[in-house]
């Protein structure tokens, strides 16, 4: 199942230190940064599209999201 979400980085980012923790993994183990989210995303093959476009062409409330 596909969900449209849009996830910010740093949230991505928070969100697995956090699972890291409760995976009792240590902290020298698991450094997630900007570069370890970049190869997250390609290794599950996400990415994100941004769409713009003129005045109110663009509904910028509802990304689309491609995986």
Do not use: C, Y
């Amino acid at each position: 199942m596909k969900a449209n979400l849009t996830v910010s980085p740093s949230l991505a980012i928070e969100k697995a230190k956090q699972i890291a923790s409760a995976l009792s993994i240590p902290k020298d183990d698991f450094k997630a940064s900007w570069q370890w989210l970049q190869n997250f995303r390609t290794r599950k093959g996400l990415q994100e599209i941004f769409l713009h476009g003129e005045g109110g062409e663009v509904d910028k409330n509802n990304p689309v999201l491609i995986n």
